[in-house]
Structures are given as structure tokens and as C-alpha cells.
Nanobody, 123 residues
């Protein structure tokens, strides 16, 4: 069982930066791949980024590649999403998730979800 809590969301101007955190409880954090998803009002939840168990492999959606960086600290049971050069279209609720699969990239690959943190980017 993995419980996830996101933090770090907020309001930022376009071009600014935010760092999201995802704190996990449970002893199996390091055995799960982790991911970030986002959901804008009226839209489906979409994949943002994923990171492997040990942190050595990452994958990003094209829309955030080069601007966002996913990382994790297994000693702290925490995952991060550094978001730079934010755009108004990045406005959404951001969710972290945990998966026992290798390189999970769709919502159905993830077993555990956080409650989300809101990110608003003003133009």
C-alpha cells in the first residue's frame, strides 16, 4: 500500500517556475515507478512524466519536455516535479501516482494516486 500527498502548487506568472512534491508513505516506495499526471478543467487526465524505481530512467510528454524535470529521493520517500518556463496551458490539477510496472505511461498503469495540487499559470 502506498499513500501519496502532493504539495507545491500555486499561482505563478507565465515564464515562472514551481516545484511540486509528492510525499509517499509505506515501505515500498522505492519499488514503484512514479509518475505525474495533470487534468485541466473539462479535459481528460493526461500523462506528464514518469521515473523508474531507482530514478535512472525518465520519460516526458512532448508538451513538457525540456521544461519539466522529474526526480525522486528514495531515502526521503519523495518525488518531485520541477516546472520551468511555465505557460498558461500548463494550468491544471497535478497528480502523482505510483505503479508496480516498468515505464508506466497511462493512467491505467498506476495503482495509487494522490489527491492533487492545483497549478495556475497566469498570462
Amino acid at each position: 500500500q502506498v499513500q501519496l500527498v502532493e504539495s507545491g502548487g500555486g499561482l505563478v506568472q507565465a515564464g515562472g517556475s514551481l516545484r511540486l512534491s509528492c510525499a509517499a508513505s509505506g515501505r515500498t516506495f522505492s519499488r514503484h515507478a512514479m509518475g505525474w499526471f495533470r487534468q485541466a478543467p473539462g479535459k481528460e487526465r493526461e500523462f506528464v512524466a514518469t521515473i523508474s524505481w531507482g530514478g535512472g530512467s525518465t520519460y516526458y510528454a512532448d508538451s513538457v519536455k525540456g521544461r519539466f524535470t522529474i526526480s525522486r529521493d528514495n531515502a526521503k520517500n519523495t518525488m518531485y516535479l520541477q516546472m520551468n518556463s511555465l505557460k498558461p496551458e500548463d494550468t491544471a490539477d497535478y497528480y502523482c501516482a505510483a505503479s508496480s510496472l516498468w515505464n508506466p505511461r497511462v493512467t491505467g498503469d498506476y495503482e495509487y494516486w494522490g489527491q492533487g495540487t492545483q497549478v495556475t499559470v497566469s498570462s
